[in-house]
């Protein structure tokens, strides 16, 4: 197996998290060994954990795209298409949920949850990915290794590859370099004149946190940003009225194989009407190569996603507001040259081993 990561693991190691970011939890409950990311790294990139033997957690979340898949939203089996766009892995630790909706605590309880979703890996159940596990020689082998049983389960599977996620960290940025690093010289002018307006007149840092010592560029909370509301505008009460989700896995495929059931956002975990349209705020770290944007993949370009908060909500001024759309998301009064600016400080987010050599 060709090894990407192992030789460069980050913070999952390291006394001290790159520049930029904090130093990564690790809960007692699933302690970070070597082995244990060896492991969790095979199993991302292995395709057999679904139905045809096409899809892994790799076809997603691809390291030469920043680990997203720069599609609008993902393609599983049978080339069927999902609901949501694949979010990034790089730094997906820091996260306090996953899942764009939030509808799962941890890494290791999101990653058992693709391979048997019938539009991504299409297996019935847990049970098949435990028996493929188990057909297999060198994952026995491992497994007996990591965690010291010949009994394989789900949570194997699960806590093997959070582990491995743990370690795609990446910070150090031109940004990092500027703002914790005293490096005056990170930025242009433009680039500074964007970061001002990211923590002033933009508002883009009251949902894209920096602080003092460090910038996950989330605050780990779902809001409404007015995505998706044409889809479910006209039928709304009938769509309410049809999801009635019981548990976690019915949830997990309702959201994936309805457009409508998908905009509802974070209301399919809290049942909240105030929660409807309303997703996880995302990380902006390598966000130039993270496109296309939003839940839905709907913003093809950074550009686009100014308009669309310059404009309150909306690529239109004319265009109708979601009545459920968060009380901060309002029109900005950017100028064009403003916008560029903007634009231009996020590309010094790029982290520099992904930086175009």
């Not at 393609?75 to 909706?101: C, E, H, L, M």
């Not at 990211?198 to 409404?224: D, M, P, W, Y």
């Not at 908060?309 to 901060?328: A, E, K, M, V």
Request: glycine content about 8%.
């Amino acid at each position: 197996m060709k090894t990407l990561y192992i030789s460069v693991i980050t913070a999952a190691f390291l006394s001290a998290a790159p520049l930029g970011l904090p130093k990564l939890h690790i809960p007692e409950s699933n302690p970070q060994t070597k082995a244990k990311v060896e492991l969790g790294e095979m199993l991302f990139f292995d395709p057999s954990f679904s139905r045809d033997g096409t899809i892994s957690c790799a076809t997603c979340h691809d390291p030469d795209k920043a680990f997203t898949d720069q599609l609008p939203v993902s393609v599983g089996i049978d080339g069927k298409k999902g609901t949501r766009n694949a979010p990034t892995v790089i730094n997906a630790a820091y996260y306090t949920s996953q899942f764009w909706d939030g509808r799962v605590q941890s890494l290791a309880e999101q990653a058992k949850f693709p391979p048997i979703n019938p539009v991504e890996g299409g297996l019935h159940d847990w049970s098949e990915v435990v028996s493929i596990m188990k057909k297999n020689p060198e994952y026995v082998k491992r497994v007996k290794e990591v965690f010291g049983t010949d009994e394989i389960t789900i949570d194997h599977f699960g806590m093997a590859i959070e582990a491995f996620e743990r370690t795609i960290i990446e910070g150090d940025s031109r940004f990092d370099r500027y703002y914790f690093g005293g490096d005056e010289s990170a930025l242009n002018e433009r680039e500074r004149n964007g970061l001002a307006l990211f923590l002033g007149k933009g508002r883009c840092v009251e949902c894209h946190t920096i602080s003092q010592t460090h910038a996950l560029f989330t605050n780990n909370k779902f809001l409404n940003l007015g995505v998706g509301w044409s889809k479910i505008e006209k039928d709304l009460p009938s769509i309410l009225k049809a999801y009635d989700i019981k548990d976690t896995l019915a949830e997990d495929e309702a959201v994936l194989m309805n457009e409508k059931f998908s905009e509802l956002g974070r209301y399919v975990v809290t049942k909240e009407i105030d929660d409807i349209g309303a997703f996880k705020t995302p990380t902006l770290r390598n966000v130039e190569l993270t496109f296309p944007y939003m839940h839905d993949g709907s913003l093809t370009t950074l550009e686009e996603v100014i308009v669309w908060y310059n404009n309150g909500g909306r690529l239109s001024p004319d265009d109708p507001l979601s009545p459920f759309i968060d009380g901060g998301i309002r029109e900005l009064g950017l100028t064009a040259q403003e916008m560029e600016d903007l634009v231009a400080f996020l590309k010094t987010l790029t982290s520099p081993q992904r930086m175009k050599k």
